[in-house]
């Protein structure tokens, strides 16, 4: 079983900045598509950012050049860096381990992958930014 930890969520004004961070294991770190997930009141759940096993990182479009994933090899862990949040930002921020092809395939990097069948859940954080 995987499991996925997440902290660092809050509560910022506009133009502020929050790091989430995902603690997992080795195994997953390695063997999956490491990825940073949001789901706001009303919408359905989209891909934010993803990395992969060689640090090759997918950001969507809303977030190009003000979010930055990463990932610590020693650590376990995967973050995100968020600068200059808007109050489009507001959702429920989760870490999500996809199957390892999910970072692959056509699109990759140029989208980070979608939900998807196989992929394993954090609780979630929530990020509130208000104008």
């Known amino acids: 079983q995987v499991q996925l930890v997440e902290s660092g969520g809050g509560s910022v004004v506009s133009g502020g900045s929050l790091r989430l961070s995902c603690a997992t294991s080795r195994y997953t770190y390695t063997s999956y598509c490491m990825g940073w997930f949001r789901q706001a009141p009303g919408k359905e759940r989209e891909g934010v950012a993803a990395?992969?096993?060689?640090?090759?990182?997918s950001y969507a479009d809303s977030v190009k050049g003000r979010f930055t994933i990463s990932q610590d090899i020693a650590k376990n862990m995967v973050y995100l860096q968020m600068d200059n949040l808007k109050p489009e930002d507001t959702a429920m921020y989760y870490c999500?381990?996809?199957?390892?092809?999910?970072?692959?395939?056509?699109?990759?990097?140029?989208?980070?992958?979608?939900?998807?069948?196989?992929?394993?859940w954090g609780q979630g954080t929530q990020v509130t930014v208000s104008s």
């Open positions: 990395i992969d096993s060689g640090g090759i990182t």
């Open positions: 999500g381990a996809s199957p390892w092809d999910a970072c692959s395939g056509s699109y990759w990097p140029a989208i980070p992958p979608p939900p998807g069948p196989g992929t394993f």
